[in-house]
Every structure is written in C-alpha cells, then in structure tokens.
C-alpha cells in the first residue's frame, strides 16, 4: 500500500523559513516522480513543485513562479524522503501542503494527509 | 498558464440521482499526436487528501466505482455520477496535465438534496 506522510508543518512568521519532509513507502520511490500541491484555505488547490527521474538531468525539476527562487525540492532516494525547503516565506504561501506521488505525465496518483503552513505574525 | 473553470460551484442532487460537473479549460488539453485529452478528476471527502478518479479524461482510476464516468474532449469535459450514493459527498475538481504549470479548477462542492 503506498503511504506518504507528512511533516514539518509550522506556525512560522513571515520571511521565516521551513522545510517539510515526506516519507514515502509502498512503491519503488527512486523511480517516482514526485510533486508538492498546495490547498489554502477557500482557495484552489495549486501545484507548487515536481522532482521528475526521467528526461534531461537540467529539467527534472520544476517551481511554479509564485515560489521559484525561495522554494527548494529535494529527494533522498536512500532514505525514500521528498523535501520542501521554503525560504521567505508570505502570508499567501498559508496552505495545507501536500506531497503526491505522481504519473510521468502530471497525474497526481496517491496524496499525503498533508501538512499546515501558517505563515503569520 | 490554462485556466480551468468548472460549473456549478455547487450543487445538491437526491440519493439515487445523476450528477453532473462541467469542466472548461481555456485553452484544448487534447494533445493531437497521441490523440489523448490530459485532464483529470479528483474527488475531495471532508478531513482528507484529494483522490484520483480519472484521468485521459475518461479512464477510472482502479478501484473507482464504475458509477463514476468522465466525458468530453478538447476544451470541455464532464465529470457524472450515475445514481448518487451518500459516500459520494465532496469537493469534485478537475486538472489539466497538458501544460506547465498544471492548474486545477476551482471546485465543485456535491451535496445530497
């Protein structure tokens, strides 16, 4: 059974920093591509990053534009862990936050509890 | 980026019933060379993570109850619920993996009537 499990959810302040972790288990992790998909609250749900295996080395990762440059995805494939390293973080960036194990092609096949990010004062 | 805009934003439909959720994307999501729609539904209970249900626009996910089916190709798609089964209560939403960034819609809450 695929399990992926998140944590590292905070209250922060804003231009603080976090770095969530999943831990994933049930399927071969090292070959998976990996996503984060964000849900603020009343909002819709927003893809926010992927970490693909396959394809050239330069374009195994992907941010969307609202955190490019202060959001960090990473793997270690030995430990079966995706991570987020957030930076600068904002008000907007309030948002559950999910990790997905993902089809080559974009599909979002299995989805974390998810972890909150409060980002406030 | 393709905006998706799904309709309603709610409805209520009674036990046993047909529901029906429309999807639009802004621009085709249909990728001519494979002849394949990149357009997927989740489907999102109270308290828990959004769930596959179908994706090429019309393939159930394995384990997906067969009274869901999706339709539609191009720029607009349907998402419909045979007979509505108290289980089925959630926040439906669409996506589009054709392009990056991959984007959703905004939401379709189901209630029973």
């Known amino acids: 059974e695929v399990q992926l499990v998140e944590s590292g959810g905070a209250l922060v302040q804003p231009g603080g920093s976090l770095r969530l972790s999943c831990a994933a288990s049930?399927?071969?992790?090292?070959?998976?591509?990996m996503d984060w998909v964000r849900h603020a609250p009343g909002k819709r749900l927003v893809w926010v990053s992927r970490f693909r295996t396959d394809g050239d080395e330069g374009d195994r990762i992907a941010y969307a534009d609202s955190v490019k440059g202060r959001f960090t995805i990473s793997r270690d494939n030995a430990k079966n862990t995706l991570y987020l390293q957030m930076t600068s973080l904002r008000a907007e960036d309030t948002a559950v936050y999910y990790c997905?194990?993902?089809?080559?092609?974009?599909?979002?096949?299995?989805w974390g509890q998810g972890t909150l990010v409060t980002v406030s004062s | 980026d393709i905006v998706m805009t799904q309709s309603p934003d709610s409805l209520a439909v009674s036990l046993g019933e047909r529901a029906t959720i429309n999807c639009k994307s802004s621009q085709s999501v249909l990728y001519s060379s494979n002849n394949k729609n990149y357009l997927a539904w989740y489907q999102q209970k109270p308290g828990q993570p959004p769930k596959l249900l179908i994706y090429?626009?019309?393939t159930r996910e394995s384990g997906v109850p067969d009274r869901f089916s999706g339709s539609g190709s191009g720029t607009d798609f349907t998402l419909t619920i045979s007979s509505l089964r108290a289980e089925d209560v959630a926040v439906y939403y669409c996506?589009?993996?054709?392009?990056?960034?991959?984007?959703f819609g905004q939401g379709t809450r189901l209630d029973i009537k």
């Open positions: 996506q589009q993996y054709y392009d990056a960034p991959i984007t």
């Open positions: 997905t194990r993902s089809g080559s092609s974009g599909v979002f096949l299995s």
């Open positions: 049930g399927f071969t992790f090292s070959n998976s591509r």
């Open positions: 090429w626009a019309s």
